[in-house]
């Protein structure tokens, strides 16, 4: 079965720092991957999705970034942290076999910028 | 470009009676519709999802949702509430008429959330 692992679980990071989270999944080949952030415990905004290696598709502007190095990895970061990015960080994944129309989600990041 | 509605941002249900958590949607073709929950400081976990076929889905923990055409609805429930299905609820929406190969294709779209409270 596919599973997604989120690395780190918690953060507190200072304005202006960098960022890094990462997300890697197991189970499954080829898979869509996303990142959304939550904030304040309702709604997800999705921020980036990635169909294959190296393909990024950004959903909003933002001084956030994405990566995807390798098939089941997929990475966020931002050069310079705003209070703004504040939120609770979730990846996803995607199937690409017709018939796995549903995501599903890792464990999240809550990050707190100060 | 496909919506979805939560009216509700809260609903409240006595441990025991039937729970109802309303969402409807807006896409320019046929819909695929989810159901997820959210557990605090967790990730989202899928409970069921409409493709095609028969209007009332079953999925996890003993919900269901029916699929209403006319109305554009796609409600969660479940017969009798319990106080641990107390969490987060969100339904989400995917256009079918999006093309299979399209680069964001897979895109779903939530809605912003119903907190559901199952009072002992």
């Known amino acids: 079965s596919q599973t997604i692992h989120q690395w780190p679980a918690t953060l507190v990071q200072p304005v202006g720092s960098p960022l890094s989270l990462e997300c890697t999944v197991e189970?499954?080949?080829?898979?869509?991957l996303y990142w959304y952030r939550q904030a304040a415990g309702r709604g997800l905004q999705l921020l980036f999705y990635?169909?294959?290696?190296?393909?990024i598709s950004s959903e909003v502007p933002q001084n956030l970034s994405a990566s995807r190095p390798q098939d089941r990895q997929f990475i966020l970061s931002s050069k310079k942290l705003l209070l703004s990015d504040s939120g609770f960080y979730l990846c996803?994944?995607?199937?690409?076999?017709?018939?796995?129309?549903?995501?599903?989600f890792g464990p999240g990041t809550r990050l707190t910028v100060l | 470009a496909q919506s979805v509605a939560q009216p509700e941002d809260q609903v409240n249900v006595a441990e025991g009676n039937p729970l109802t958590v309303k969402c409807t949607y807006s896409?320019?073709?046929?819909?695929?519709l989810f159901w997820y929950v959210q557990y605090p400081n967790r990730g989202l976990q899928f409970l069921l999802k409409?493709?095609?076929?028969?209007?009332l889905v079953k999925g996890s923990y003993g919900f269901e949702a029916e699929f209403n055409k006319s109305q554009t609805s796609f409600h969660l429930k479940k017969p009798s509430a319990l106080v641990s299905d107390s969490a987060l609820y969100f339904c989400?929406?995917?256009?079918?008429?999006?093309?299979?190969?399209?680069?964001?294709?897979?895109?779903?779209?939530f809605g912003k959330g119903t907190k559901l409270s199952v009072i002992p």
């Open positions: 996803a994944l995607k199937n690409r076999r017709r018939g796995y129309n549903e995501q599903f």
């Open positions: 189970g499954t080949s080829n898979p869509n």
């Open positions: 990635s169909v294959g290696i190296g393909q």
């Open positions: 896409v320019s073709g046929n819909p695929y």
């Open positions: 409409y493709i095609t076929g028969d209007n």
């Open positions: 989400a929406v995917r256009d079918m008429e999006v093309p299979y190969s399209g680069a964001g294709s897979y895109q779903l779209t």
